[in-house]
């Protein structure tokens, strides 16, 4: 016969195998949690290593309005802000379906006024050899649509220009119009090289997709005659461009924003 001691030590045991087999399913339950878990950061982490490698190799060429491919420079070039704090304002939201009709005088001269937070930079518009893109540039200007707008792209190596007139700051703006190419046999563009000083329409590599997006040349450029040169700018615009140009781009690449804060103020065309 068990007696009540026997009863109350076997319950003891039976008590005591019991939290053993807890603690040992709890124990299997972490390590495989832990196992788990390693494995997923193993994936995260190699992961996150080839996504920064394809990062860093790939270029895919397909920038929108870009002016042309430029070859990487070895390290990224830094420099102080040589500009000034924008002026009050934002950029306006303006879209047209179709080129404004050209209403302006073809045989006139007209400037355009490009007040920075660089510097004033004046461009003598090439009217007659170019009279859609004058005309488009004087009605946008005419509706502020330039005003407040960042020149969003300098480039450093291989080709040298600085691009601007997206309102949207990412090469990808525009008008919601494009015009034909125009002037692209212009005797300034010799041997295949756009001169320092020259202003011509950028564009997405297709005839006639110019919009509003245009560059600014501060060193003799390497390029197909496939960009409608429209104006050149003046001496002391030159100056202020390659102030900018200086401060160099943000990507050490040769081609990104500029370290320069260029913004837009406002822009003017007039007639002569």
């Known amino acids: 016969m068990v007696t009540q001691e026997q009863r109350r030590r076997q319950l003891a045991r039976e008590k005591f195998l019991r939290q053993q087999q807890r603690r040992t ?16 950061l193993g994936v995260v982490v190699v992961g996150s290593v080839v996504s920064y490698a394809t990062g860093v190799f790939k270029d895919d060429g397909k920038k929108a309005n870009a002016g042309a491919e430029v070859s990487p420079s070895p390290s990224p070039s830094k420099a102080p802000d040589p500009c000034e704090k924008a002026a009050a304002g934002k950029v306006k939201s303006l879209s047209w379906k179709k080129e404004p009709a050209v209403t302006i005088d073809k045989s006139a001269d007209y400037t355009m006024k490009m007040a920075t937070t660089c510097g004033d930079i004046d461009i003598a518009l090439k009217t007659a050899q ?14 502020g649509f330039f005003d407040h707008t960042k020149c969003h792209r300098l480039t450093t190596n291989g080709i040298y220009v600085l691009q601007c007139g997206d309102p949207k700051g990412t090469g990808s703006g525009g008008p919601g119009y494009t015009i034909p190419d125009e002037n692209l046999k212009d005797k300034a563009l010799k041997g295949g090289m756009y001169p320092a000083g020259t202003v011509a329409m950028a564009n997405t590599g297709q ?40 401060a160099g781009e943000s990507t050490g690449q040769g081609d990104g924003a500029p370290n320069a804060t260029v913004v837009v103020n406002k822009a003017t065309v007039t007639k002569s």
């Open 207 to 246: 005839k006639h997709t110019g919009g509003s997006q245009f560059f600014l040349v501060y060193q003799d450029s390497q390029l197909p005659a496939s960009y409608t040169p429209f104006g050149t700018i003046s001496t002391s615009g030159m100056k202020v461009l390659k102030k900018i140009a200086a």
């Open 130 to 143: 170019a009279p859609h893109t004058v005309n488009s540039f004087s009605f946008l200007a005419g509706k």
């Open 25 to 40: 399913a709890a124990r299997r339950k972490t390590r495989m949690r832990n196992t788990v878990i390693a494995s997923v």
